[in-house]
């Protein structure tokens, strides 16, 4: 499985980005797709995930209201629309998939198998 991430760019506080993440699978509606975040000097985290299959999605508190997780399963791809975007919002942006997740570990970083280069995001204040 590859993961492409792309999107990530250089916005003011305030502004809106979309990140797309194109996965080269062939049962993308099978997998758990998930964005995390590495800021600098900081440990990654978990920003939001959409489960396999049509369930769930998940949100990271810090990002709650403000950030849209959605999926295209005909274009194998999962968007993250980020709105009213802060200066701690910057950071590195992952996507990964894993298509044996249990719900319990969709924050879990170490639990997902599949990871995209990153994508640059930037917030100016």
């Known amino acids: 499985v590859q993961l492409q991430a792309s999107g990530g760019g250089l916005v003011q506080a305030g502004g809106s980005l979309r990140l797309s993440c194109a996965a080269s699978?062939?049962?993308?509606?099978?997998?758990?797709m998930g964005w995390f975040r590495q800021a600098p000097g900081k440990e990654r985290e978990f920003v939001s995930a959409?489960?396999?299959?049509?369930?769930?999605?998940y949100y990271a508190d810090s990002v709650k209201g403000r950030f849209t997780i959605s999926r295209d399963n005909a274009k194998n791809t999962v968007y993250l629309q980020m709105n009213n975007l802060k200066p701690e919002d910057t950071a590195v942006y992952y996507c990964?998939?894993?298509?044996?997740?249990?719900?319990?570990?969709?924050?879990?970083?170490?639990?997902?198998?599949?990871w995209g280069q990153g994508t640059l995001v930037t917030v100016s204040s």
């Open positions: 699978v062939r049962t993308f509606r099978t997998y758990t």
């Open positions: 990964a998939a894993d298509n044996r997740l249990i719900t319990s570990s969709i924050r879990n970083d170490h639990d997902y198998d599949y």
């Open positions: 959409s489960k396999s299959n049509g369930g769930s999605t």
